[in-house]
């Protein structure tokens, strides 16, 4: 089945402690991107890799760090975690620059 | 200003009805349009993606595009209780898609 698969679904940590969200896709997908989505604010996007080793900032890449190693799986890193990143994350793959999105079934992460 | 504008709703349609459903956008050189259904506490779904100007159908659903006014439309024809949720507007444009906050809609049995 085509998907994108997000680990883990749901994270409670504490202040400062890195973390770090994985994500994989089976589809072949050139690009990969992370969003957070807040109540009012919607999806923002915090970093996105157009190929294997190609990443770029988003709108909120701010406490945020990714890497892509390999095609399938595209990480998010917290270094040092904060309470202001306690939101719904979802990891989204595309075949190309334009087309629609594959959503991960997303990550409640909860920084206290 | 933001680069993609819904209104938040709800909006609310009886069982049946056609719900339409806005959105947009603010940059001109914006090259394709998404709709996305979100249920509570689920990920986004696409639903329909249009990239040319006019009308595209798919089923119940049909996308509208007009790049003059900068706006994307949604309508739902004959809308069941199982369409309420919350309905986002993707543009994608240079590499980045921008999305909206999302409207609510509820279809009421």
């Known amino acids: 089945e085509a998907q994108v698969t997000q680990n883990p679904r749901y994270l409670i940590t504490v202040t400062g402690k890195k973390l770090t969200v994985t994500c994989s896709q089976n589809?072949?997908?050139?690009?990969m991107s992370w969003y957070r989505q807040d109540p009012g604010l919607g999806l923002r996007q915090i970093y996105y890799?157009?190929?294997?080793?190609?990443?770029d900032k988003g709108d909120v890449p701010e406490g945020y760090k990714v890497s892509r190693k390999e095609k399938r799986n595209f990480p998010l890193i917290l270094e040092s975690p904060s309470p202001n990143q306690t939101s719904l994350y979802f990891c989204?793959?595309?075949?190309?620059?334009?087309?629609?999105?594959?959503f991960g079934s997303g990550t409640r992460l909860t920084v206290v | 200003q933001k680069e993609v504008e819904q209104n938040s709703g709800p909006l609310s349609v009886p069982e049946g009805a056609i719900a339409s459903l806005n959105c947009t956008y603010s940059?001109?050189?914006?090259?394709?349009f998404f709709w996305y259904r979100q249920y509570s506490g689920k990920s986004p779904e696409l639903i329909m993606f249009i990239y040319s100007n006019g009308d595209k159908e798919d089923g119940r659903f049909t996308a509208q595009l007009n790049k003059a006014s900068q706006y994307v439309s949604l309508l739902i024809r004959d809308s069941q209780p199982s369409d309420s949720a919350t309905y986002l507007c993707a543009v994608y444009n240079f590499n980045k898609f921008y999305f909206g906050s999302g409207t609510k809609l509820n279809v009421k049995p």
């Open positions: 989204a793959s595309s075949s190309h620059r334009g087309e629609g999105y594959t």
């Open positions: 890799s157009m190929n294997v080793e190609v990443t």
């Open positions: 589809m072949n997908h050139e690009y």
């Open positions: 940059d001109r050189g914006s090259q394709s």
